[in-house]
C-alpha cells in the first residue's frame, strides 16, 4: 500500500490547492500536482485525498460513485478504499496511493511525500 498518511509531518510537504468551501460531498475535486492527478474527497466520514488512476486499466476514478468508504471505478467497477488506497475487488489488484488532506485556516492542502 502507498498511505503516505502514515508518514510523519516532517516528511511531508503540505501543498495548498484550494478552499475547503469548494468542496462538495461526494463530488471530487481534481487537482494535479506535479503531473499527479489527485482527487479530494469530501464524504460523511472526512476528507481523503487518492491518486485518480485505476491501477486496473489507468483510467479516471473522479467519475466513480462512492459508496460506503469506497470510490467505484466508473469504467470497469474495480472498488478502493477511500481511507486505505486498498483494492477491494477485481479486476483491481494493486492498491493506489492515498495522501493526508488537510483544512488550514479555510484552506485545503495535500501532503505529498518529500521522496517518492
Not at 16 to 37: C, H, K, S, V, Y
Not at 87 to 112: E, H, S
Amino acid at each position: 500500500m502507498f498511505d503516505y498518511r502514515k508518514l510523519p509531518d516532517e516528511e511531508l510537504n503540505y501543498v495548498p490547492i484550494g478552499r475547503a468551501d469548494e468542496l462538495t460531498e461526494e463530488e471530487p475535486l481534481l487537482i494535479d500536482i506535479g503531473g499527479q492527478p489527485i482527487a479530494v474527497i469530501s464524504s460523511q466520514d472526512g476528507l481523503y485525498a487518492i491518486d485518480d488512476m485505476c491501477s486496473h486499466d489507468g483510467g479516471s476514478l473522479a467519475d466513480g460513485d462512492i459508496e460506503d468508504g469506497e470510490i467505484i471505478c466508473p469504467r470497469h467497477g474495480a472498488r478502493f478504499s477511500l481511507e486505505t488506497g486498498q483494492a477491494l475487488t477485481l479486476p483491481a489488484v494493486k492498491d493506489i496511493r492515498v495522501y493526508p488532506v488537510r483544512i488550514l485556516d479555510g484552506g485545503l492542502q495535500v501532503g505529498l511525500p518529500k521522496k517518492m
